[in-house]
């Protein structure tokens, strides 16, 4: 069984998934498999997929189809995964040089944690100066440095954490079905369900993600209808809090986050479609 599982979808990135890949296949510590992604065995991506695992026996490939979407591809490759840890990487991002060798150190200290947030770094694809991300959003050095529950640091909520910013043990998520769902916006149910079910968690303050951001932005910043998903979504994590009876002390600041992730979409009116602000502030004032 290898230590980590590395799941990079592909769909729309065929032309930077090679860095990827090879931003995988270039790591110093070498136990992992290396599960791409693709659409199906004609999609561009499948090609550069393909040609990897004809080098390296740790690359193997899987099929999503487009209709699934990110949430898909991700439970597809999670559904192949025979690692340890499951590593979420997307297709357009790079792993930072070393990560793998940070990831295994900090588990050998932690043992077998639920969840290890990872600090991740910030960088543009043009030019500019990388800025460091602090694991799950901890901005003041607040949570513990060594293994603690979710329980005990009530500000760790899982909401606005890319799915890519830490490792879940399989075995946990197996076990707790966690799963993305469809639709945009699919971040937000999986780190909720992830802290809500983890017993065990720990932080890695070494980025581990180089998030490349683009010029125009990220695609769930973009105009579109996809935006009522972050309400279908805040109204499933803030239902399943209070069904598993979240403590007054834990559901304060996870309905604070939620909220300023309706608020930032809010304030961009440019990013719902015309004459669709107004139901969508009614609908965020209904949660």
Known sequence: MPRFSIIVPSH???GRLSLALDSVLAQSY???????VCDGPGAPAADVATDRARRDSRVRPVHSPPSAGLGGARNAGTAAATGSYLLFLDGDDVLAPGALTALAGRLAETGDVDVLYCAHERTPWWEGTAERVPPAGDTDGSLPDGVFAPADAPRLTGAGLPAWSAVHRRVFVSAHGLAFSRGHHTDLGWGVHAVLAAERVAVLRESVVRHLLRRQG???????????DLL????R???RASAAGLAVERYA????HVMELVVET????ERLPAGRRRAFLR???AL
Do not use: C
């Open 12 to 14: 729309g990135v065929a």
């Open 30 to 36: 070498g136990d992992f498999e290396l599960i791409p």
């Open 218 to 228: 990220s695609r769930l910043e973009l105009p579109g209808e996809h935006h009522f």
């Open 232 to 235: 279908d979504q805040s109204e």
């Open 237 to 239: 994590v803030l239902v």
């Open 253 to 256: 600041p996870l309905f604070a």
């Open 266 to 269: 809010a304030r961009h009116p």
């Open 283 to 285: 609908a965020a004032r």
